[in-house]
């Protein structure tokens, strides 16, 4: 095997605080007017979004990077993408390489599809003679062809995201970066993208690709990099760093959990998810959540101060990261014009927990309605369901049936 | 792993590939191997700019023709500011077409990175292509409005010479200073969108102290060298010489304009350059 990605001692501060972002040229005139000798905005804090990471990747290895949101995964793909740099250390790559962090990067909404894919390609890496090359195979990939000489603002989202990937799926790198673009598609088009991913492995490219889906990760990946808090945190099988890297969830769960002590949640803190509880309808602590049973998940927050409108709301993910729903209460119809300073919950009634048992992580939000800005993000809360007599025939429910199962009812007709 | 010896085994489907060490590329290699993606900017620009307009590529010379027009009205027969001779419509003409050229070119690429801030944000090219690309695309616009001239010339009865053949050649400093300043803009930009309202002022006032409503020689002697300190003068008086050989120019402030351009070029792609690491990260 020989390398094609060498990574040594990568480090990345960032600067935070301060009016240092979009500041006005006043302000710089002001403060130097005030101090003009003071070493500039020395107040400011330095944060580390990477600390001497190091690693080779080899040709042919799909290299998954996994790590909870801040841990320095975007950080790393963009230095490797050279969209930013290091403070130190360095980046080497043999070949060509291609990074993807977004799908349809550079469409123009005014331009058609014909012109989109030319420009996209363009943007991508490819030569024009390899998008001639590749035109009416990228065409038929995307299934837009009757709209190819359509502007692209035409097109649903839908639409532009197919456009986008048929692009993508005809580079052909000797190192892709793929950041994520997998989360933002439907089954059918996520199922495309491994399977093209595939491709590449076959052939002998070395990919990196950072995702929170676990699965996904599991099923392309041979090799897994779990990043935490900017440094590599463990480097091995892709299945044990998933393993390794979802145990770090588990919290003490019983009847609830305390979220205080959760580490990189997001957001302003001015009001925050404290305690999360699971009740029976009738308001008793359960001893254990089963499938099939009805749940109520009381969330606990403090609010430091009035709030506007807040937008609560959970994501659930299975273990291996798949996410299986996002909801909020705006979602079903409630308004919370505002929520006083102190100490409140609200609660989730769920009539029938219809998953099939196994372990699950809560995400919980607190937003403004349209999702900025966020108050309190990802806080991670485990969920243990376990197994119960749902069918009411003795026979248990396992993973091996997916991931949920439909509320139902046979009839059988006899001819 | 000690790095040699991954390189010494370098065998891969493509045979040995180079390493490529990201803090070790030279720019203007890069921008070579960019060049596909530089066309693709300014052709993108070039399409999308009278997309959905119903007089579309007319807008090229409509704004020029008016201009000349109103000009030649107040300036010319209200205002009866000399022009040294040349026939009023050619007297703006020929000072409008650099002129638009300029303002369009350091508008453009001024704001060309943080109009193309999600670019900047997902992909990495030399980031000197964007403000490239927006001195590129005006050209088109300055080589329609100079067929137009030619017909003017024809119209106006005056001799073809050599001078003519100044025209072209008058583009390169034309275009370098209004990339160079749109460059040093375009930087200044990211950090400071005080820059965007800059801009737009900064043209509306260097409309007025440039020899464009007015001949150098409205200036009094002793101050014409003021006038001369900005580069545009001396390249719209000498773009005007180009169509009228017997319109007097002041080679002195020529000469004044041209070492300004140099400088303000210079200046402009060296603190681009300096800049630009940290651009993905400001914007």
């Given at each position: 095997?020989?390398?094609?990605?060498?990574?040594?001692?990568?480090?990345?501060?960032?600067?935070?605080?301060?009016?240092q972002q979009?500041?006005?040229?006043?302000?710089?005139?002001?403060?130097?007017?005030?101090?003009?000798?003071?070493?500039?905005?020395?107040?400011?804090?330095?944060?580390?979004?990477?600390?001497?990471?190091?690693?080779?990747?080899?040709?042919?290895?799909?290299?998954?990077?996994?790590g909870?949101?801040?841990?320095?995964?975007?950080?790393?793909?963009?230095?490797l993408?050279?969209?930013?740099?290091?403070?130190?250390?360095?980046?080497?790559?043999?070949?060509?390489?291609?990074?993807?962090?977004?799908?349809g990067?550079?469409?123009?909404?005014?331009?058609?599809?014909?012109?989109?894919?030319?420009?996209?390609?363009?943007?991508?890496?490819?030569?024009?003679?390899?998008v001639?090359?590749?035109?009416?195979?990228?065409?038929?990939?995307?299934?837009?062809?009757?709209?190819?000489?359509?502007?692209?603002?035409?097109?649903?989202?839908g639409?532009?995201?197919?456009?986008?990937?048929?692009?993508?799926?005809?580079?052909?790198?000797?190192?892709?970066?793929?950041?994520?673009?997998l989360?933002?598609?439907?089954?059918?088009?996520?199922?495309?993208?491994?399977?093209?991913?595939?491709g590449?492995r076959?052939?002998?490219?070395?990919?990196?690709?950072?995702?929170?889906?676990?699965?996904?990760?599991?099923?392309?990946?041979?090799?897994g990099i779990?990043?935490d808090?900017g440094?590599?945190?463990?480097?091995?099988?892709?299945?044990?760093?998933?393993?390794?890297?979802?145990?770090?969830f588990?919290?003490?769960?019983?009847?609830g959990?305390?979220?205080?002590?959760?580490?990189?949640?997001?957001?302003?803190?001015e009001?925050?998810?404290?305690?999360?509880e699971?009740?029976?309808?009738?308001?008793?602590?359960?001893?254990?959540?089963?499938?099939?049973?009805?749940?109520?998940?009381?969330?606990?927050?403090?609010?430091?101060?009035t709030?506007?409108?807040?937008?609560?709301?959970?994501?659930?993910?299975?273990?291996?990261?798949?996410?299986?729903?996002?909801?909020n209460?705006?979602?079903?119809?409630?308004?919370?014009?505002?929520?006083?300073?102190?100490?409140?919950?609200?609660?989730v009634?769920?009539?029938?927990?219809n998953?099939?048992?196994?372990?699950?992580l809560?995400?919980?939000?607190?937003?403004?309605?349209?999702?900025?800005?966020?108050?309190?993000?990802?806080?991670?809360a485990?969920?243990?369901?376990?197994?119960?007599d749902?069918?009411?025939?003795?026979?248990?429910?396992?993973?091996?049936?997916?991931?949920?199962?439909?509320p139902?009812?046979?009839?059988?007709?006899?001819? | 792993?000690?790095?040699?010896?991954v390189?010494a085994?370098?065998?891969?489907?493509?045979?040995?590939?180079?390493?490529?060490?990201y803090?070790?590329?030279?720019?203007?290699?890069?921008?070579?191997?960019?060049?596909?993606?530089?066309?693709?900017?300014?052709?993108?620009?070039?399409?999308?700019?009278?997309?959905?307009?119903?007089?579309?590529?007319?807008?090229v010379?409509i704004q020029?023709?008016?201009?000349?027009?109103?000009?030649?009205?107040?300036?010319?027969?209200?205002?009866?500011?000399?022009?040294?001779?040349?026939?009023?419509?050619?007297?703006?003409?020929?000072?409008?077409?650099?002129?638009?050229?300029?303002?369009t070119?350091?508008?453009?690429?001024?704001?060309?990175l943080?109009s193309?801030?999600?670019?900047?944000?997902?992909i990495?090219?030399?980031?000197?292509?964007?403000?490239?690309?927006a001195?590129?695309?005006?050209?088109?616009?300055?080589?329609?409005?100079?067929a137009?001239?030619i017909?003017?010339?024809?119209?106006?009865?005056?001799?073809?010479?050599w001078?003519?053949?100044?025209?072209?050649?008058?583009v390169?400093?034309?275009?370098?200073?209004?990339?160079?300043?749109?460059?040093?803009?375009?930087a200044?930009n990211?950090r400071?969108?005080?820059?965007?309202?800059?801009?737009?002022?900064?043209i509306?006032?260097?409309?007025?102290?440039?020899?464009?409503?007015?001949?150098?020689?409205?200036f009094?002697?002793?101050?014409?060298?003021?006038l001369?300190?900005?580069?545009?003068s001396?390249?719209?008086?000498?773009?005007?010489?180009?169509?009228v050989?017997?319109?007097?120019?002041?080679?002195?402030?020529?000469?004044?304009?041209?070492?300004?351009?140099?400088?303000?070029?210079?200046?402009?792609?060296l603190?681009?350059k300096?800049?630009?690491?940290?651009?993905?990260?400001?914007?």
């Open positions: 095997m020989t390398s094609c990605i060498a990574i040594d001692s990568l480090s990345k501060q960032y600067r935070i605080g301060g009016p979009h500041a006005s040229l006043r302000e710089r005139l002001v403060e130097f007017a005030r101090k003009p000798l003071a070493v500039r905005r020395s107040e400011n804090q330095t944060i580390w979004a990477l600390r001497d990471v190091s690693f080779h990747a080899d040709e042919g290895e799909v290299v998954g990077i996994i909870r949101n801040g841990a320095g995964k975007s950080t790393l793909l963009k230095i993408s050279r969209i930013t740099y290091p403070t130190s250390g360095s980046v080497k790559v043999r070949g060509r390489v291609a990074s993807l962090l977004e799908v990067t550079g469409f123009h909404d005014e331009l058609t599809g014909r012109e989109n894919i030319y420009l996209n390609g363009s943007i991508l890496g490819m030569r024009k003679r390899e001639d090359q590749h035109f009416d195979a990228i065409v038929a990939f995307s299934g837009v062809e009757q709209f190819i000489d359509t502007p692209i603002k035409r097109y649903s989202s639409m532009r995201l197919r456009l986008g990937f048929a692009v993508a799926a005809h580079l052909d790198p000797d190192v892709l970066i793929v950041d994520e673009v989360a933002v598609g439907d089954a059918g088009f996520q199922k495309k993208c491994i399977k093209a991913m595939e590449l076959k052939s002998g490219r070395t990919v990196l690709f950072v995702s929170h889906n676990l699965a996904a990760v599991e099923n392309l990946c041979s090799r779990w990043i808090t440094r590599i945190r463990m480097d091995g099988a892709a299945k044990d760093v998933i393993v390794s890297y979802m145990g770090s588990a919290g003490e769960q019983a009847s959990s305390d979220l205080t002590g959760n580490e990189n949640r997001l957001g302003s803190g009001i925050r998810y404290m305690r999360l699971y009740l029976s309808p009738d308001g008793t602590p359960c001893a254990m959540v089963r499938s099939g049973d009805p749940l109520v998940v009381r969330f606990h927050y403090h609010a430091d101060k709030i506007l409108d807040p937008s609560f709301g959970f994501r659930l993910y299975t273990e291996m990261g798949t996410l299986l729903t996002e909801t209460h705006i979602l079903n119809g409630l308004h919370i014009p505002k929520v006083e300073p102190g100490d409140g919950y609200i609660e009634v769920i009539d029938s927990l998953l099939i048992p196994g372990q699950y809560f995400s919980l939000w607190i937003t403004a309605p349209d999702g900025v800005p966020v108050y309190d993000g990802d806080v991670r485990s969920l243990e369901v376990e197994v119960s749902v069918y009411r025939s003795g026979r248990m429910l396992s993973s091996r049936h997916g991931l949920v199962y439909f139902q009812r046979w009839r059988v007709v006899l001819p | 792993m000690s790095m040699d010896s390189t085994r370098g065998q891969s489907r493509h045979g040995t590939r180079a390493w490529k060490d803090a070790r590329r030279s720019p203007f290699r890069e921008i070579w191997e960019y060049r596909e993606l530089f066309f693709f900017l300014a052709w993108r620009d070039v399409k999308i700019r009278y997309k959905q307009t119903v007089l579309g590529v007319l807008w010379i020029p023709l008016f201009t000349m027009m109103i000009f030649t009205v107040v300036f010319g027969r209200i205002a009866n500011i000399s022009s040294e001779g040349v026939p009023r419509p050619v007297f703006y003409f020929s000072a409008l077409l650099p002129w638009i050229y300029f303002s070119t350091v508008t453009g690429a001024g704001m060309s943080v193309n801030a999600g670019l900047l944000a997902k990495y090219f030399p980031r000197i292509i964007l403000p490239a690309a001195a590129l695309v005006p050209l088109v616009d300055f080589l329609v409005g100079s137009f001239l017909g003017f010339i024809l119209f106006y009865d005056i001799p073809i010479g001078n003519l053949l100044l025209w072209p050649i008058l390169v400093p034309l275009a370098l200073l209004a990339f160079g300043l749109g460059a040093l803009l375009a200044l990211v400071y969108r005080d820059v965007k309202y800059a801009i737009s002022f900064g509306q006032l260097l409309l007025f102290v440039s020899p464009i409503i007015y001949p150098s020689s409205f009094p002697e002793q101050y014409r060298w003021l001369a300190l900005n580069p545009l001396g390249l719209i008086e000498t773009f005007r010489y180009a169509v050989p017997t319109y007097p120019v002041d080679w002195g402030v020529v000469g004044i304009s041209v070492g300004v351009t140099a400088v303000l070029f210079v200046l402009g792609v603190y681009f300096r800049t630009e690491k940290a651009f993905a990260d400001i914007i």
